[in-house]
């Protein structure tokens, strides 16, 4: 397996997703971050990914309009299990290549009982 798995993806924070004081909505946040989380595994499904069983969602900071933000996605580690995805929502601060952590996230996926299955078979 390669656990070099990972995905970078650019999010804007924009007046459709903040409310009123100009802050991004977590909720908002909750969903994108739970959507990249699928994308380091797709490859180890035969099927598409199933719903993760497990999940750590934390707030750092908060993100505001016009704010560019990084989610980055990571496999982190395969276990008999499942497959555990690390997220990290950084956002550039103002002195020369520093970021820093707006959310951080930990996913479990499991492991597809049928492709184990077919994968025994197969051999």
Do not use: W
Not at 11 to 19: A, Y
């Amino acid at each position: 397996m390669n656990t070099n798995t990972y995905t970078n993806v650019p999010f804007i924070v924009t007046k459709k997703i903040s409310n009123a004081n100009g802050f991004l909505l977590p909720s908002t946040l909750y969903d994108t971050v739970k959507d990249i989380a699928a994308i380091p595994v797709k490859g180890f499904y035969l099927q598409e990914v199933p719903e993760f069983t497990d999940y750590k969602f934390k707030m750092h900071k908060n993100a505001f309009v016009k704010d560019k933000l990084t989610i980055q996605a990571q496999l982190v580690k395969q276990t008999a299990n499942g497959y555990l995805v690390n997220i990290l929502v950084t956002k550039p601060k103002n002195t020369l290549n520093h970021h820093e952590r707006v959310c951080s996230a930990l996913f479990n996926f499991p492991v597809d009982n049928v492709q184990i299955n077919e994968s025994k078979t197969a051999c």
